[in-house]
């Protein structure tokens, strides 16, 4: 028996030994850190953070619709079934190819400001800052308005067909899922802490709210049955009367109502004004493939930057995980973020430097300031003149969806306008109240936004469709995702369940590091100066499609409840 015993803790120890000193070219395969297959179908894939809403795109597509409706009938069921992170009250960002003209359009379904609430307001109140749970954080919701863009130009089926599905669940009621539940139980405990709340607050304060998400005194558990018949008979007034009955009928009237009677200055002339906005995506070539991102008002830029910066080194020779790795990664993304904090806003209200920003020859002189040996901070690189869902379909015809939608906090404002079954956004709170910034509070104006879906192309063809949720974990998400692929020679899904990076604060900051880095790179980067700490929690959650020219091959974050499905 101790023969067993010693055989066995030797073989352990010998395992362990051989992971520690596996070479460079050993890490790239990624397959240490896969927690399940790629997904892989020829006519269609769609990959949501929740099974239900995977399964719904998949049906949608069976039934001829394109990946546009595919995407719609998700993203309408993720407002249910997942309301903490999105819905009918927020945004919505979106890459789509068209396989038809072989070119991306990108589409900023972002709302505005109150046109009638000025800068002065907040000074003469004595107002610093917006505050989460304020009224004064409500933009127009540009959601609905997005999905009827994007299914006038892609879409298949009649609109009423997309909304179905998740108009009978809300009906029948889900069972709720585990994140879903771990969510709302941080929000329970954490509220007063994130939203900065009175410490007398009562959730009987939000009567509305408290109604829809807490009708027993408590919000639901894993396993709990969530119903929502209001937001069943919202969406089947959308379905039957268009996307004005969100901004110029009933729903409206309910909004502004409400929002007027908490002291919000939304109008139902800024509903009725309402419109989204196509863009053309902007992109960097990064080691032979085209990375694409839309401009601001989001930070898509920032990975944009950071992967013109992190191009000037050999990162598949150091290898995944390697000092070199983290360290020209966690400075390349402190040198991306000054430039965001200092140039990104709307442009319809400042001439954006993006065209420079994106440059190899300023990526070049940025680099050049990084030492080898140690960890710096950094400012903007030019002279002087700024909570989510992500979801991708393809379809039998060659569309790929890339889109991200987003109340910004945890069920928004916890503003819940009666009878209509949803929160309201805050994404005001990506103003600053300051004067002379590029993100300054003004009327009609759309704040900062930190989601952001992307797409590469290669060789002028689509290959991979994908996002990250996360706020500023985003960029970061995203620049790990390309590295996984295109340095380290992963496949979709090793990429997404490989251990991740985030750096956190300002300056020098912190590195944020999932378990499975090795202890002697961990070592070797506090020697450089990098604060180091062991995270379990904001890592984002990845979906993505990688296209072949034949296949799809679908993959889904492991740290979510999603689910990758194809047929």
Not at 142 to 167: A, I, Y
Not at 238 to 267: M, P, W
Not at 378 to 395: F, K, R, S
Not at 449 to 475: C, D, R, W
Request: glycine fraction near 10%.
């Amino acid at each position: 028996m101790r023969k067993k015993q010693h055989f066995f803790i030797c073989t352990v120890i010998f395992l362990l030994l051989s992971i520690s000193e596996l070479s460079a070219q050993d890490r790239l395969s990624g397959e240490l850190f896969s927690t399940r297959s790629e997904v892989i179908a020829k006519n269609g894939m769609a990959a949501t953070n929740h099974p239900l809403a995977s399964q719904i795109a998949v049906d949608i597509l069976k039934q001829g619709g394109s990946a546009v409706d595919a995407a719609i009938a998700a993203n309408a069921f993720l407002g249910f079934g997942d309301p903490a992170m999105n819905g009918l009250g927020g945004d919505l960002f979106v890459i789509i190819w068209s396989a038809q003209e072989q070119q991306l359009y990108g589409l900023n379904a972002s709302g505005k400001s109150p046109k009638n609430l000025e800068l002065e307001y907040f000074n003469e109140h004595g107002i610093d800052h917006i505050s989460a749970s304020s009224p004064l954080a409500v933009t127009v919701p540009g959601v609905v308005d997005g999905w009827f863009e994007m299914h006038n130009k892609f879409g298949t089926l009649d609109f009423n067909q997309l909304l179905e599905p998740t108009v009978e669940y809300a009906r029948d009621g889900i069972a709720v899922h585990s994140e879903i539940a771990d969510i709302m139980d941080y929000l329970d405990r954490d509220l007063i802490h994130s939203y900065g709340v009175p410490d007398d607050f009562s959730w009987n304060d939000l009567p509305y709210f408290s109604e829809l998400y807490r009708p027993h005194g408590h919000f639901p558990k894993k396993g709990d049955l969530f119903v929502n018949y209001d937001l069943a008979n919202t969406l089947e007034l959308i379905a039957n009367q268009g996307r004005d009955a969100f901004y110029k009928g009933e729903i409206a009237e309910i909004i502004v109502e409400h929002l007027r009677e908490l002291g919000g200055h939304l109008t139902l002339e800024d509903f009725a004004d309402h419109s989204s906005k196509w863009v053309d995506p902007v992109s960097v070539n990064y080691r032979g493939v085209d990375v694409w991102q839309l401009p601001p008002v989001t930070q898509g830029v920032s990975v944009l930057q950071m992967l013109n910066i992190l191009e000037g080194y050999d990162l598949a020779e150091y290898g995944f995980g390697s000092p070199e790795h983290i360290h020209y990664f966690a400075e390349a993304k402190k040198m991306a973020y000054a430039d965001l904090y200092e140039y990104y806003g709307d442009p319809d209200f400042s001439d954006l430097p993006l065209e420079e920003l994106m440059s190899k020859e300023y990526a070049t002189d940025r680099r050049s300031q990084i030492r080898d040996d140690w960890s710096q901070s950094y400012g903007p690189g030019l002279d002087p003149e700024n909570h989510t869902i992500y979801l991708t379909t393809a379809d039998k015809d060659g569309n790929m969806v890339s889109l991200i939608q987003s109340n910004s906090w945890l069920f928004g404002s916890l503003i819940v306008p009666p009878g209509l079954g949803f929160p309201l956004q805050n994404r005001g709170t990506g103003f600053t109240l300051t004067e002379g910034h590029v993100n300054t509070y003004a009327p009609g104006k759309r704040p900062f936004h930190t989601i952001i879906p992307a797409f590469v192309t290669k060789n002028g063809e689509p290959y991979i469709s994908f996002g990250l949720t996360g706020g500023g974990m985003q960029p970061q998400g995203h620049v790990q995702i390309i590295l996984n692929t295109i340095d380290f020679g992963m496949n979709l899904q090793e990429a997404s369940d490989a251990p991740r990076i985030r750096h956190s604060g300002s300056g020098t900051g912190a590195i944020e590091l999932e378990s499975g880095f090795d202890y002697r790179s961990i070592r070797s980067l506090m020697k450089k100066g990098h604060q180091v700490q062991y995270g379990f929690e904001r890592f984002g959650g990845f979906q993505g499609i990688m296209f072949d020219g034949t296949f799809y091959f679908g993959a889904s974050e492991s740290r979510k409840d999603g689910q990758a499905a194809g047929y």
